[in-house]
C-alpha cells in the first residue's frame, strides 16, 4: 500500500517520458488521486472531440513502483481507442437506457480487451514494460 504522495511523485517523474515513448502528445491530460477503497485501481476518462483525459489513480491500491508504472501505461493506452466514445455518444439518442447501458458493457470489455492485447504485445513480443519504455526515450533525448 502506497501513499498519495509516492505514487503522486512516480507519476509526476515518468508521466511526460511515458507520454513519450506512446505518441500521444496532442492529449491535454489532468492526473488525479481517489482513495476510495475499493474502488477502482484507475481510470481513464478521455473527451476524444478536446482530446483531453483525466486519469484518476487509487494510491491505496499500489504496492510498488512498477505497479504504478504498469497502471500508468495502462490507462495512457486507453487514449489510442478513445475515439470509440463518439461511437457511444452517437449511439446513446438512439436507444433506450436499458439498452444503451448493454451496449456500454460490450464497449467496455471491448476496449479492456484492445489495451489487454497492446499490453501484451508490447511485452512479449517487443519485451517492453513501462519502465523499459520509459527508459528508452530518456537513452534517446540524452543522445540529442
Ligand atoms: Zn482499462
Redesign the pocket.
Known sequence: MMSEAEVRAIIDENICDLRAALGVHEWSIDVGYSTSPGGSV???TADPKRHRATLVFNPGEFDDESEVLQFLL??L??LYNAEVHLYSDAVHPLVSEREFATLEVFRTNA??HI??CIECLLKHTFNKTAKKLIAAVRRREAKG
Do not use: K, M, P, S
Request: glycine residues 0%; proline residues 0%.
Open positions: 484507475a481510470t481513464c495502462h490507462e493506452l486507453h476496449t479492456e489495451v489487454h
